[in-house]
């Protein structure tokens, strides 16, 4: 049975670091990777999704990457702004539906 | 222009009640997903369909019953509300299936259901 683990669970940073946010997967039979961001009161954007034969993917300031060997995905954050500020969760799809982590909630000081 | 779109955005009842909440999406994906967020933020799935066809039914009371007339389309029924199905309930749509190698799913806003 898949378990996606998140850590830290919140997390609260002054604007303008780089920050990494850690995912990580017990069953390495997945299809894809992907990561979404959840802001109060909303649904979630789909932010990046890696396939599993793939190591990385990026958008913006925004660079996830896949080790399926070790069971772990991250998603860095380059030069942090407070818009930047939600959840984020990250989900790992394979022969169980898609399963996700409790998410990271983000906290960008200004 | 919303592409997933839930009504109704707050839900408040009472013990012993039915309702439903309705979601429709205008991207043209062929599937469609409902998925629960508990009170501790855990967001686990409760069904999935394909072109109106159930491919997904996760351990869920019999009291919940998806119904797709159309593939943009999927509503949620719960019978017998009870305290503890008080959550968010997300709806969500993709093209491929669940599994397929780059299925991104597109989320609704959630609908929140408070069972008094």
């Known amino acids: 049975k898949q378990e996606v683990t998140q850590i830290p669970a919140a997390l609260s940073v002054p604007e303008g670091e780089n920050l990494v946010l850690n995912c990580s997967f017990t069953?390495?039979?997945?299809?894809?990777l992907q990561w979404f961001r959840q802001d109060p009161g909303k649904g979630l954007t789909s932010l990046l999704l890696i396939q599993s034969s793939q190591r990385e993917q990026t958008s913006g300031r925004l660079n996830a990457s896949l080790d399926k060997s070790s069971g772990r995905s991250t998603l860095y954050i380059a030069a942090s702004q407070p818009g930047d500020s939600a959840t984020y969760l990250c989900a790992a799809s394979g022969n169980t539906p898609l399963v996700f982590g409790k998410g990271t909630r983000l906290s960008v000081i200004a | 222009d919303t592409a997933v779109s839930q009504t109704p955005k707050y839900l408040v009842t009472q013990m012993g009640n039915d309702k439903s909440i309705k979601c429709e999406q205008n991207l043209g994906h062929d599937t469609m997903y409902w998925y629960k967020q508990d009170s501790k933020k855990f967001l686990k799935i409760m069904f999935s369909?394909?072109?109106?066809?159930?491919?997904i039914n996760e351990t869920v009371p019999n009291r919940f019953s998806p119904k797709s007339p159309d593939k943009a389309h999927l509503n949620l029924h719960i019978n017998s509300l009870e305290l503890g199905d008080s959550a968010v309930y997300f709806c969500?749509?993709?093209?491929?299936?669940?599994?397929?190698?780059?299925?991104?799913?597109?989320f609704g806003a959630g609908s929140r259901l408070t069972v008094l």
């Open positions: 069953d390495s039979a997945i299809y894809n």
């Open positions: 369909y394909n072109n109106k066809e159930l491919i």
């Open positions: 969500a749509s993709s093209k491929g299936r669940e599994g397929a190698g780059a299925n991104v799913l597109t």
